[in-house]
């Protein structure tokens, strides 16, 4: 999955956002498969489970019936076509989700082998509070962070300081 290519940053900031405002003994629900970070927050001493790689935009059964308290969704709703339906219909009371921001210098990304990575949204910030506002969510805090890459060149310059992450803890109105 990580080919040459491990997200230590993002990773870094996304735990501690999570240390922040969940507690090891609520339950998560983490949309998406098991993935390199589902291992971090075990080993960190969290309960989790995981979606088990059904299209969330048809079949999000799993989290309307699910017990968690949480839900965790990092860089999963760029690429649904319809977020609104899912987090509308969940039982959980809180929310922790990350996204990439749409950058204005970079097309959104699009990877031509495989159809689950794509990205049918990058969100400005402000969408996406607008997307969780109107699905019965509250947000209580949230964090920008940048991510430079090691290259040469104009855009690589502009991610040395231009946010790409976008983190929310948000609870159920």
Do not use: C
């Amino acid at each position: 999955m990580y080919e040459n290519s491990f997200p230590n940053k993002r990773y870094e900031h996304t735990l501690h956002f999570l240390r922040k405002h969940i507690n090891a003994n609520e339950s998560i629900l983490d949309l998406g498969v098991k993935n390199p970070f589902t291992k971090i927050m075990v080993e960190d001493g969290y309960s989790v489970m995981n979606t088990q790689g059904e299209d969330l935009d048809i079949d999000y059964s799993t989290v309307t019936n699910t017990d968690a308290d949480v839900i965790t969704a990092f860089e999963i709703f760029e690429h649904l076509l319809a977020p609104l339906n899912l987090l509308s219909n969940t039982k959980a009371t809180k929310l922790v989700a990350s996204i990439p921001l749409k950058l204005w210098f970079s097309p959104a990304y699009r990877s031509k082998i495989d159809k689950w990575d794509r990205h049918y949204h990058e969100f400005e910030d402000w969408q996406f509070d607008w997307l969780l506002e109107k699905a019965g969510w509250e947000i209580q805090d949230s964090k920008k962070w940048a991510h430079p890459v090691k290259k040469i060149g104009f855009r690589p310059f502009l991610r040395l300081f231009t946010p790409r992450y976008y983190i929310v803890y948000a609870t159920r109105k």
